[in-house]
C-alpha cells in the first residue's frame, strides 16, 4: 500500500553532517509511521529514528539521539534524516521504512541507500 524511494546517501569525512530522504505514496500520511532503519556490513538491521502521521512525534536509537534529527513534510509526503556530527560506526545503508498506525509491524521497505562516513 505504501511505496519508498530513498535518496541522498553518499561520503562524508567523521564529523561532517549529510541529509537522506525518503519519498513516500500510497497513503494518508495520518494513516502510518514512517521511520529509518539501517544496516551496516556484518551487523544486523538497527532502529535509528521513526516518526508520527498525527502529532508528529519523534524517537531514535540510543547510538543516533542527539546528533540525528528525523522530519516529515506533509504537503510534500516526505521524511528527511539530519544526520549531524558523524561518526565511522555510522557507516551503513539506511533503509526508509512505514507500518501502520494500528501496528508494531514494519510492512513496507525502501531499497535503501548507502551513507559512508570516513575517518
Known amino acids: 500500500q505504501v511505496q519508498l524511494v530513498e535518496s541522498g546517501g553518499g561520503l562524508v569525512r567523521a564529523g561532517g553532517s549529510l541529509r537522506v530522504s525518503c519519498a513516500a505514496s500510497g497513503g494518508s500520511s495520518s494513516d502510518y509511521v514512517l521511520g529509518w532503519f539501517r544496516q551496516a556490513p556484518g551487523e544486523e538491521r538497527e532502529f535509528v529514528a521513526q516518526i508520527r502521521g498525527s502529532d508528529g512525534s519523534p524517537s531514535y536509537g540510543n547510538s543516533v539521539k542527539g546528533r540525528f534529527t528525523v522530519s516529515r513534510d506533509y504537503a510534500k509526503n516526505t521524511l528527511d534524516l539530519q544526520m549531524n556530527d558523524l561518526e565511522p560506526e555510522d557507516t551503513a545503508v539506511y533503509y526508509c521504512?512505514?507500518?501502520?498506525?494500528?501496528?508494531?509491524?514494519?510492512?513496507?521497505w525502501g531499497q535503501g541507500t548507502q551513507v559512508t562516513v570516513s575517518s
Open positions: 521504512a512505514a507500518r501502520s498506525v494500528l501496528s508494531f509491524q514494519w510492512k513496507w
